[in-house]
T-cell receptor, first 115, second 114 residues
Framework: ETGVTQTPRHLVMGMTNKKSLKCEQH?????MYWYKQSAKKPLELMFV???????ENNSVPSRFSPECPNSSHLFLHLHTLQPEDSALYLC??????????????FGEGSRLTVL | AQSVTQLDSQVPVFEEAPVELRCNYS??????LFWYVQYPNQGLQLLLK??????LVKGINGFEAEFNKSQTSFHLRKPSVHISDTAEYFC????????????FGTGTQLKVEL
């Protein structure tokens, strides 16, 4: 496999469920990101990990919990979500965190629907 | 902090016609500028970027963009579009200093029709 892969591609969950989104990058990059994409809104940066250490947390509600066990894998654990959390969640990676000027490589996203 | 404005949420155009997607930014510091494209049911991929040097930047799939510092713009152009160019296009900006975030615009949906 190449690039950045995300699973599942689609997820429907109730507000009381607990689920996780998974991201894997095969590019040898050291930084990984979670973005939220909602219709007609700019992409929202949620979390940044650099060398498995969380370096940015942009005031995201605690019902979203990231985990980065190694530089190739990133998870987003979800619990007690709200309907307004329904969105496309995009994972991205870059060579290093300092290369914000460099290219971000995105996965295809996980479409989340909260009922 | 930086901000990006993409005034056109949708741009319909006929195949083989030229297209321009507008992007204006606001920043108190020097910037790097990017255009990303998102095809249906896919993630974003980089089309082109301006870091320094020539203000006219060429990207993939025949797209180009021109950095205009005085007008704080970075419009994306293609002289002749194809059906396969139908996608959402995002302009993004980042301050050149370390630690600055990449800020995205709201996107422009390009719809190419026969």
């Amino acid at each position: 496999e190449t690039g950045v892969t995300q699973t599942p591609r689609h997820l429907v969950m109730g507000m009381t469920n607990k689920k996780s989104l998974k991201c894997e990058q095969h590019l040898g990059h050291n930084a990984m990101y979670w973005y939220k994409q909602s219709a007609k809104k700019p992409l929202e940066l949620m979390f940044v990990y650099s060398l498995e250490e969380r370096v940015e947390n942009n005031s995201v509600p605690s019902r979203f919990s990231p985990e980065c066990p190694n530089s190739s894998h990133l998870f987003l654990h979800l619990h007690t979500l709200q309907p307004e959390d329904s969105a496309l969640y995009l994972c991205a990676s870059s060579q290093t965190r300092n290369t914000y000027a460099g290219e971000l490589f995105f996965g295809e996203g996980s479409r989340l629907t909260v009922l | 902090a930086q901000s990006v404005t993409q005034l056109d949420s949708q741009v319909p155009v006929f195949e083989e016609a030229p297209v321009e997607l507008r992007c204006n930014y606001s920043s108190s510091v020097s910037v790097y500028l990017f255009w990303y494209v998102q095809y249906p049911n896919q993630g974003l991929q980089l089309l082109l970027k301006y870091l320094s040097g020539s203000t006219l930047v060429k990207g993939i799939n025949g797209f180009e963009a021109e950095f205009n510092k005085s007008q704080t713009s970075f419009h994306l152009r293609k002289p002749s579009v194809h059906i396969s160019d139908t996608a959402e296009y995002f302009c993004a900006v980042r301050g050149t200093g370390g630690g600055n975030k990449l800020t995205f615009g709201t996107g422009t949906q390009l719809k190419v029709e026969l």
